[in-house]
């Protein structure tokens, strides 16, 4: 199967080895993402850095041929779990009708310390039936 990587951009990329996301045949997978701008700093709290994280992703999944009504599983990595329900609230307002399956789990720390947050994501892209 042709496998399809996308980029961001972002210099770490090459730095660390890896894609933004990976396409292969419909399975859409996006690397953990975060609200890292272009230079490396984060700005904001636990809601606004999973908004960015997941507009993240929404771009990277459309580069790839896919949405975010294709993602079946996310993976969420928080610095501290009593902010989960800022991180969910951004969550459900990308997934809410969706609802892929999901995971949260608290880790001692990010790449960065203001990083409080860092989501991944798996797609299937549905095949394309003609009529």
């Not at 992703?57 to 990595?77: F, H, N, P, Q, W």
């Not at 789990?105 to 989501?119: D, G, H, K, Q, W």
Request: hydrophobic letters at 45%; aromatic letters at 6%; zero cysteines.
């Amino acid at each position: 199967m042709k496998r399809q990587r996308v980029s961001s951009g972002k210099p770490w990329e090459s730095q660390v080895g890896y894609s933004r996301a990976v396409r292969v045949g419909p399975f859409v997978h996006v690397a953990g993402s975060t609200a890292a701008d272009e230079d490396g700093s984060v700005a904001g709290g636990a809601y606004q850095q999973a908004r960015k994280a997941l507009e993240t992703i929404e771009a990277a999944l459309k580069a790839a041929g896919a949405s975010m009504a294709d993602v079946v599983r996310t993976r969420m990595y928080v610095t501290d779990i009593a902010q989960w329900e800022e991180i969910a609230r951004a969550h459900a307002e990308f997934f809410g009708d969706i609802r892929p399956a999901a995971t949260m789990v608290e880790v001692r720390r990010l790449i960065a310390p203001e990083m409080v947050v860092e989501i991944e994501a798996d797609a299937i892209v549905a095949e394309q039936t003609g009529d």
